[in-house]
């Protein structure tokens, strides 16, 4: 098969034909025909993602989607012919998606979801989980809570605005002007993280009590402002970019909560992979009841043109998620 290769950091990826992956007893071998592209995927390029490093040469790719070829022994769930989606390689020493096929763990996998194509299913399973573990498995959203999304125009974002809406609460979301009109076309109030402060918002949105959840994945600066915006007594900061150093104080103060979220856990601990394949068929179910829609930018790009796309994610030219057909 036809595959990209890592073969050093901060060098591109190099078109190679390698041997065809088989299915290992509780795998499925599929024939990859969409592979998303994440901005972890170019910090493992570069060598800086000591959590989620590849040995190399490493084929990269975290996110697919794509037809079921073969099943190995034990797997049930799944049958040749199947569509298919699920975060399934990419770190930690497992094969990712820049290749014709991968054979993968079923336990990752759900079936695509029937009302939307293979790269749109592809741009979903590793920002619908994040968002997904953050709001439902860690903040138990429910309808009428006030939750706060930063970045609600980005990967993560956009998932966290629609899950957030479809469980019924009231979503606002930050951002730059220039994503005004995609934070509110997903139906959330929007909020110029530019001209408002902190506390301008706390008090113009919630009468100065806060927000029930808050949903970081920015970090930084961002992570420390949520703590702030958290609701009194009963507010919880979720965040996907725990990283840094910060005073927990100011959430302290609110009589708040914190919760990480680590959505890679699963592929390098080998545990708790099945609940990734669950939360892909909540997300297929919303998906097709029309409650959930992914954004990708419209640029096509092959197999051999992965480092473009790599390329377009650097430069900040992305609009929406980028996602590699494999011819």
């Known amino acids: 098969m036809k595959a990209m290769i890592l073969t050093a950091h901060n060098a591109p990826l190099a078109l ?31 060598g800086k993602a000591a959590h989620a490093q590849m040995p190399l040469n490493a084929i990269l790719g975290i996110d697919m989607a794509g037809v079921v070829e073969a099943v190995g022994e034990g797997v ?4 040749p012919g199947d569509q298919v989606f699920g975060m399934t390689g990419g770190v930690g020493g497992h094969q990712g998606s820049l290749a014709q096929y991968q054979a993968v763990d079923a ?37 009428g809570k006030k939750v706060l999304v930063h970045g609600g125009a980005g990967g993560v974002g956009h998932m966290a605005v629609q899950i957030a809406r479809a469980f019924g609460a009231e979503v606002w979301a930050t951002g730059a002007p220039a994503s005004r009109d995609i934070i509110e076309g997903y139906g959330a109030t929007f909020i110029d993280y530019s001209s408002e402060t902190v506390d301008d918002y706390v008090a113009s949105h919630t009468a100065g009590e806060g927000f029930d959840i808050v949903f970081d994945n920015v970090g930084g600066q961002t992570l420390d402002n949520s703590f702030r915006a958290a609701r009194l007594y009963h507010g919880h900061v979720v965040s996907a970019l725990g990283w840094g150093t910060h005073a927990l104080a100011p959430l302290s103060f609110r009589a708040a909560t914190y919760s990480g979220i680590f959505a890679l856990l699963p592929l390098l601990s080998g545990k708790g992979r099945a609940a990734h394949g669950a939360i892909l068929r909540e997300a297929a179910r919303l998906v097709d009841e029309g409650r959930l829609k992914p954004r990708l930018d419209p640029r096509r790009f092959t ?6 796309a790599h390329t377009a994610l650097l430069d900040g030219s992305a609009r929406g998620k980028l996602v590699v057909d494999i011819e």
Do not use: C, Y
């Open 16 to 46: 190679a034909d390698i041997e065809r992956p088989q299915a290992a007893p509780g795998q499925v071998l599929v024939r990859v025909h969409a592979s998303a592209v994440n901005p972890l995927d170019t910090k493992i390029a570069a």
């Open 303 to 308: 197999l051999a043109a992965a480092n473009d």
């Open 107 to 143: 336990a990752l996998l759900a079936h695509k979801p029937r009302s939307i194509g293979m790269r749109e299913a592809a741009a979903l399973p590793l920002v619908f989980i994040t968002a997904w573990e953050g709001l439902v498995d860690r903040a138990r959203v429910s309808p």
């Open 76 to 79: 049930s769930a799944f049958q």
